[in-house]
C-alpha cells in the first residue's frame, strides 16, 4: 500500500460527469502531476509558499544552446530539490528535438523515495515562445 506518497485534485482540475465531484489522483500519478505543476508554476505567483516554482518561464526568450539548456536542468533540478521530496532526481536530460520551434525535451529519470520504484517523465519545453504547452 502506499497511500503515503499522497493524494490530490487532478491537473489540471477535473469533474466527474457521474457524481460530480473532483477527480482525484493519488501515488505515483499524483507525484508526476505534481511536477507538471511545479515546472509550469513562476515563484511569486503562490501567496503562501513565495519561492515555490521553478522559474522556466524567464527562459523562454534565451537562445536555443548549450548554456540556456545547462540552465534550465538546474532550475528544473533545484526546484525538485526543495520541493518535491518524494523523489528522488537520478538523471536529467535536455535535447532539443525541433531547432526551428525551439522546442527541447526534458527527460527525468527519478525514483520514489517510499516504493523505491524508478519513473521517467518527459516535460516539453519551448524556447522563443511566449507560452507553455498545456498537458492534456
Known sequence: MSSFLGRGWSFPPRFDPRTKEAVMVADETDIAESLHILFSTNPGERVMLPNYGCDLRRMVFEEA??????????????????????????????????????????????????????????????????THPVRA
Open 65 to 130: 544552446n548549450e548554456q540556456t539548456v545547462t540552465e534550465i536542468k538546474e532550475l528544473m533540478r533545484k526546484a525538485i530539490l526543495f520541493y518535491e521530496p518524494r523523489i528522488v532526481l537520478n538523471r536529467i536530460e535536455a535535447q532539443l528535438v525541433d531547432p526551428l520551434n525551439g522546442k527541447l525535451e526534458i527527460a527525468l529519470d527519478y525514483t520514489v523515495r517510499g516504493t523505491n520504484s524508478r519513473h521517467n517523465l518527459v516535460y516539453p519545453f519551448y524556447l522563443h515562445q511566449a
